[in-house]
């Protein structure tokens, strides 16, 4: 399929593990406004699975993109 080809990942992308989790979380700036996008017009339209879905996607911790800090 024409324009479909994947991108290649950056040196970033490539030192951190993919997210396993159940609800893939954001992992970058685009993500984010695109599920944000999602939540305002699921709360524009009172669809409260796909607010719930995107609270999770937004807030959830997520061990792929946070890193871990020792205290």
């Known amino acids: 399929m024409p ?3 994947a991108a290649q990942p950056s ?3 490539i030192s ?3 997210c ?4 893939a979380h954001v992992q970058n700036g685009e993500e984010r ?3 944000q ?3 305002d017009h699921a709360l524009k339209n009172n669809d409260a699975h ?3 879905v995107a609270c999770l996607q937004l807030m959830q911790p997520c061990p ?3 890193e871990l800090v020792a205290r």
């Open 50 to 52: 796909a607010v719930l």
């Open 20 to 23: 396993t989790c159940v609800i």
């Open 11 to 13: 040196a970033a992308d």
């Open 64 to 66: 792929a993109r946070d």
């Open 37 to 39: 996008a999602g939540l």
């Open 16 to 18: 951190k593990p993919p």
């Open 3 to 5: 324009g479909a080809e």
């Open 33 to 35: 406004a695109h599920v």
